[in-house]
């Protein structure tokens, strides 16, 4: 046996034969039993139970050469995908089409038998209204299993229950029309907001899946997950960070993606005040990087992930993300401009708040320190934070690919800011606990009481979806902008942390540090002004 025939089964076994398989094995076999009792039953409408029963043995050793077609015509459509993740129109359209060349399969065998002296026991009829019946019985069991684990799923969500609002629906067949067979990216795969948007995207069979992160130890997490879960999807997982522009250039010419979503970057806001410099790099350039390398191989579309930090910015982190919404935006407007109107590659910004759950956030801290017996760390008793779901927030993120034209900044509606100290006070009431108290230990470097989603003088229109609106936001020329990111990024390599912000300042005048060694910077570029 060669070598290669040798790895296919080994791939097979370690696979198909694993704990893993099992709610796969469990779907195909739920499957061929109700396509089982369907020709049963249709052979019973056309004969008659009698008939059926005289010639119970005969019909069975017909139908399981039968089914064995049935069976090829489900791993060829893949409907042993878990039925409990989204369902869609598509994925119905592909159980029928299934059960149609399951249908056409035995009746391409019994015109074969026909051929021969022998006689037959199911006639051509029977998997004509075989196709029907099973279509619908497997259509009819899938929704009612989607439905059952959403109830599941909404029983123990916990941190719904921490929002003072509803869930927000997002319209996810259409994100799903979208890419299907389509060669998608996805940026910062192994953070919260990248990894659950790759499973989002996995759900629709996207055509390749490239996945990429510089955290190695979360991407073999996420590799190993997926070929648990998604183990006919074509993923690619590269680690490298973004900044490697070699590297992404390869990457883009080789496989030509149609749609970018990037959610890499640095994002913890005292660590970034530290490093100005990394920041930038890895932000901003790395940013830049993957928008250029988009244009160059015609990417379709290009969802940028920005945060309500970027809004009158009091910090090196929510600057750095600002200035990533200008530079696309302006590169944006300047392919209009240049393509006489016809665009190439769109750009688009998603602008929203925290999310509960995510990898630094609050709710994962609280826990621990909660199940330590406390104290629970607040940094001041008035901070207010908006917050979302991690997955209405990446739904957030794959609409702005269905719904944006190039060169809008997507802002969510949140609903209420909520309370941090409230939050905490929740979740220990939550946990049963009564001996675990809150401690306030002052504002970090560069955090302020509330964020906002428009920077000033902004203004908001509505879109098809009532919870998305877009913000008009300040328009800079391409080629000023590319000027100055130059000397940004030049600056960013001195590691001169003074000059990197005085820049960013400059470039993003609402940028006003908060608790921050970098006010005096902005006392500094005051007296230039007034004078």
Not at 187 to 216: C, F, H, V, W
Not at 273 to 284: A, F, H, L, R
Not at 487 to 499: F, G, V, W
Request: contains cysteine; proline residues 4%; positive net charge.
């Amino acid at each position: 046996m060669s070598r290669r025939k040798k790895g296919i089964i080994q791939r097979f076994s370690s696979w198909y034969f694993s704990r893993e398989a099992l709610p796969f094995w469990a779907i195909s076999v739920i499957d061929m039993m109700l396509i089982f009792m369907s020709i049963l039953l249709m052979y019973s409408l056309v004969y008659g139970p009698a008939k059926l029963v005289s010639n119970g043995s005969l019909v069975l050793y017909t139908l399981m050469i039968d089914m064995v077609f049935y069976g090829i015509s489900m791993r060829i459509f893949h409907t042993y995908a878990d039925v409990s993740k989204i369902l869609g129109f598509r994925d119905l359209i592909r159980t029928a089409l299934a059960t149609l060349l399951g249908s056409v399969l035995c009746m391409t065998l019994r015109w074969a038998i026909d051929l021969l002296p022998f006689t037959t026991q199911i006639p051509y009829r029977v998997f004509v209204l075989t196709f029907f019946g099973s279509t619908a019985a497997l259509w009819l069991w899938r929704i009612v299993a989607k439905n059952f684990a959403d109830v599941v799923r909404g029983n123990i969500r916990e941190e719904v229950e921490l929002l003072p609002r509803q869930e927000i629906e997002i319209n996810m067949e259409r994100i799903g029309n979208l890419l299907r067979d389509r060669i998608v990216v996805v940026t910062g795969a192994a953070g919260s907001i990248g990894g659950e948007m790759a499973r989002q995207i996995a759900t629709y069979n996207p055509a390749k899946l490239i996945l990429i992160d510089q955290a190695e130890t979360p991407m073999h997490d996420l590799m190993l997950e997926f070929g648990k879960t998604w183990p006919y999807l074509d993923a690619l997982f590269i680690v490298s960070t973004i900044t490697n522009k070699e590297r992404m250039a390869s990457i883009f010419s080789t496989y030509k993606p149609d749609y970018v979503f990037h959610a890499a970057a640095y994002k913890h806001v005292p660590m970034m005040e530290d490093i100005p410099g990394v920041s930038i790099q890895n932000n901003v350039v790395g940013t830049r990087i993957l928008a250029d390398l988009a244009v160059k191989n015609q990417v379709k579309k290009f969802v940028m992930i920005s945060t309500d930090k970027a809004v009158n910015p009091t910090n090196v982190m929510g600057c750095s993300k600002r200035l990533c919404e200008i530079y696309v935006q302006s590169l944006n407007a300047y392919l209009v401009r240049k393509n006489s109107g016809v665009r190439s590659t769109q750009f688009v910004t998603t602008r929203f708040g925290n999310v509960l759950g995510s990898n630094g956030s609050v709710i994962p801290l609280f826990k621990k320190q909660i199940e330590a017996g406390g104290p629970v760390t607040v940094t001041h008793p008035d901070i207010i934070r908006y917050f979302m779901l991690i997955p209405e927030a990446c739904a957030l993120v794959l609409e702005a690919g269905t719904m944006g034209n190039g060169g809008e900044v997507f802002v969510f509606d949140m609903g209420k800011p909520v309370k941090i100290a409230d939050l905490a006070k929740k979740m220990i009431q939550n946990s049963g606990r009564r001996d675990v108290k809150i401690k306030y230990t002052g504002l970090r470097d560069g955090e302020k009481l509330y964020e906002e989603v428009l920077i000033k003088g902004e203004e908001e229109m509505p879109t098809v979806h009532p919870k998305i609106r877009v913000a008009k936001v300040k328009k800079y020329e391409y080629e000023d902008v590319c000027k100055q990111f130059d000397e940004l990024e030049a600056l960013a390599k001195t590691s001169d942390d003074a000059d990197v912000v005085r820049k960013m300042k400059m470039i993003v005048p609402e940028f006003k540090s908060n608790n921050s060694k970098y006010e005096v910077i902005d006392r500094e570029l005051e007296g230039l002004r007034s004078k």
